[in-house]
């Protein structure tokens, strides 16, 4: 069972800057497709950005040019750079990953870390 563990969250004032970072239990997976999710109370969870098996990118129209996703090939680990957060970015972030390069889906969840911006 592959397991993704989030880390890197915390609080930080409006324009400020948070890096998020996720780590899977078999370091394989991260080669794959991955993305990051977030969910704010009492809305539906939401893809903020995902990077492909080569490295191509995706965000989210509400988060593009403030956040990068990112791979750390020397950690083995997806990372996530916000940068002038506002309130509205305030949530609990996941890391997504597939169990098979960017097939359909994506297989494991981390537990989230909570992002709050004030």
């Known amino acids: 069972h592959v397991q993704l563990v989030e880390s890197g969250g915390g609080s930080v004032q409006a324009g400020g800057s948070l890096r998020l970072s996720c780590a899977a239990s078999?370091?394989?997976?991260?080669?794959?497709?991955m993305g990051w999710f977030r969910q704010a109370p009492g809305k539906e969870r939401e893809e903020v950005a995902s990077i492909s098996d080569y490295g191509a990118t995706t965000y989210a129209n509400s988060v593009k040019g403030r956040f990068t996703i990112s791979k750390d090939n020397a950690k083995n680990t997806l990372d996530l750079q916000m940068n002038s957060l506002k309130p509205e970015d305030t949530a609990i972030y996941y890391c997504?990953?597939?169990?098979?390069?960017?097939?359909?889906?994506?297989?494991?969840w981390g537990q989230g870390t909570q992002v709050t911006v004030s």
């Open positions: 997504a990953g597939k169990s098979y390069k960017c097939a359909a889906g994506y297989n494991y």
């Open positions: 078999e370091d394989t997976y991260v080669r794959n497709c």
